[in-house]
């Protein structure tokens, strides 16, 4: 775990390379637009009402609506719309779809913090990079 930590700390303030950030933007639009298509569908709905009865501290949104709730909820209901409609990303080698739950979680932490794109980018492809290692 410490050896993770003090990956992560330092992964954390370095430069993305250009292609990599790249392929990150790419991941995230595709999960973006995976997101809003699953808020259309029966689970992205059944998650809007579960997340408009949770409430909570307005830190992030719930994308497609005008919820805004905890950072945490904004991150779940997210995550379910990007699986809805099975057209999320994924990662053989690990059996994950790291998308749907890297990319709301970024989204989310970043939007409460008032994070800049940058950032919010790198923790993103950390966050790929974590999932796919651990997974396999």
């Given amino acids: ?65 005008r919820i805004v709730t905890s950072a945490a909820n904004a991150a779940l209901a997210n995550g379910m719309f990007g699986h809805a409609d099975e057209t999320d990303d994924t990662h053989p080698p690990s059996l994950t779809h790291p998308g749907t739950s890297v990319v709301p979680a970024a989204l989310a932490i970043g939007e409460r913090h008032g994070l800049p794109g940058e950032r919010v980018l790198r923790a993103i492809v950390l966050g790929y990079n974590i999932c796919a290692r651990c997974s396999r």
Avoid: Q, W
């Fill in 1 to 65: 775990m410490e050896r993770l930590s003090t990956y992560i700390a330092g992964v954390l303030t370095k430069k993305l390379p250009g292609e990599v950030a790249e392929r990150a933007k790419l991941h995230l639009v595709d999960t973006f637009a995976a997101m809003i298509s699953g808020s259309r569908l029966l689970p992205g709905k059944k998650a809007i009402a579960y997340t408009k009865s949770l409430g909570g501290k307005p830190e992030a949104s719930v994308v497609g609506t």
